[in-house]
């Protein structure tokens, strides 16, 4: 069962950053926070991941709050490409490696 | 950039009969999973393995499924006696460690039982 709670829409303007929450109250120690996103029903494809640090990459940012219960996924400049359903999903790092995937947030950008 | 493949994009089989879907995970992967998504569901976990054995296996991933890794390189599902429900799409997966690094997915093969 999916540990994250999302917002199941939200539209963005082209051009703009998008902030997708994600809730995870009951995230362990031992979790990472993953992101993910599928483009239709094309495979998942990975954005970004943390434990406790913000992280940011070529994609996106990742801002995780002090006490781990919630992240925030920035995607700095949406374009038309990053319309997709997007997956928070909390990932143990060890004894349990598989991806739980949620319903996710479908964020459609728009020109 | 390295990158999972699958084959075929797309299989169909009649019902009753057995299905092989292929991987190809990333060379220096150790970790490989299958998932499965029905047309307007969630994706769903199947199975994982590593060190040539399942290590994780959810519920729907029952005696008609079984995984396997022939020579090394390909990491193959096979479904025996195919129900209508078993139409999908299947994903496979690959990371290099367990949860600590990304999982890398293909594209899928669409599986149709007809």
């Known amino acids: 069962d999916a540990k994250t709670t999302q917002p199941p829409s939200m539209d963005c303007a082209e051009g703009r950053a998008a902030n997708l929450p994600c809730n995870h109250s009951t995230i362990s120690g031992n979790e990472y926070v993953y992101w993910y996103r599928q483009i239709h029903s094309q495979g998942p494809q990975y954005i970004i991941h943390g434990l406790k640090n913000n992280e940011t990459n070529e994609m996106a940012s990742l801002i995780i709050t002090e006490d781990r219960k919630s992240s925030t996924l920035i995607l700095p400049h949406a374009t038309l490409r990053d319309t997709a359903v997007y997956y928070c999903i909390v990932r143990a790092f060890f004894n349990d490696y598989k991806l739980s995937f949620g319903a996710g947030t479908t964020v459609t950008v728009r020109a | 950039e390295p990158e999972v493949t699958q084959t075929p994009s797309h299989q169909v089989t009649q019902m009753g009969q057995e299905v092989i879907l292929r991987c190809v995970p990333i060379s220096n992967h150790l970790y490989f999973y299958w998932y499965r998504q029905i047309l307007g569901q969630k994706v769903e976990f199947l199975v994982s393995f590593y060190n040539n054995e399942i290590s994780e296996k959810s519920e729907i991933f029952d005696d008609q499924f079984s995984v396997e890794r022939p020579d090394g390189s390909n990491f193959t599902l096979k479904i025996r006696s195919t129900k209508l429900e078993d139409s999908a799409m299947y994903f496979c997966?690959?990371?290099?460690?367990?949860?600590?690094?990304?999982?890398?997915f293909g594209q899928g093969t669409r599986l149709t039982v007809v």
């Open positions: 997966a690959s990371s290099e460690t367990g949860g600590k690094t990304e999982a890398f």
